[in-house]
């Protein structure tokens, strides 16, 4: 009877033993899950740290990437100013050699006129390319405003190559006309010389 009885208990014993082991079992597996949850959830953190480092970084040097070009398109410009100021002060040199130019021709139709030579049509001619002249100074005047007018941190490139471009071709056209117009003057001139001549010759 005794031994019965601590059979019976043994395998009480035993039945609870076996009815609480898969509980346990399932209560360290949900910490097990639990920890490759966080430990997961850390990596993930961790990912995306060093992608938003990541994309800080390429923000950086997207930044400086567009300052590098702005500083490189204001360099360009500037030099585009500085080349074009160049030719208009060429330009101006020119028209200053037109106008010792128009200065020698008044001073050959005064040495005529003391002769008795007829030089209203060279005076006529001069006159004209004199307007000429002044309007091939306000060209230049003109050029050089739009040229320094150009903003070296706002225009492009393109932008600041036409506008100074156009404003060249409008002086250059200009100063052209003003030595057509001096030419003019110089082949009624000598017109006007030679008539003389030719009258003193027949004579």
Not at 75 to 91: D, E, H, N, Q
Not at 130 to 141: F, H, R, S
């Amino acid at each position: 009877m005794i031994l019965f009885s601590s059979l019976v208990l043994v395998l009480a014993s035993t039945s609870v033993i076996f009815a609480q082991t898969p509980n346990t079992n399932f209560n360290r597996f949900e910490d097990r899950l639990r920890e490759l949850r966080e430990d997961r959830q850390r990596k993930l953190e961790s990912l995306q740290e060093k992608q938003q480092e990541l994309k800080g970084k390429r923000q950086d040097l997207k930044e400086k990437i567009a300052t590098k070009q702005a500083e490189l398109r204001q360099k360009v410009i500037a030099r585009i100013k500085s080349v074009f100021t160049r030719i208009l002060k060429r330009y101006n040199a020119a028209l200053a050699r037109l106008d010792k130019i128009a200065d020698r021709i008044a001073t050959r139709i005064d040495k005529l006129n003391a002769r008795g030579v007829d030089t209203s049509a060279a005076q006529a001619r001069l006159t004209e390319a004199e307007g000429l002249g002044t309007a091939a100074a306000q060209a230049i005047i003109d050029a050089q405003a739009q040229v320094s007018a150009i903003d070296e941190n706002s225009a492009t490139v393109k932008d600041a190559v036409h506008t100074a471009t156009t404003a060249i071709k409008s002086a250059k056209r200009a100063l052209f006309d003003y030595h057509k117009g001096l030419v003019a003057a110089i082949r009624e001139l000598k017109a006007a010389a030679a008539l003389k001549e030719g009258t003193r010759s027949a004579e």
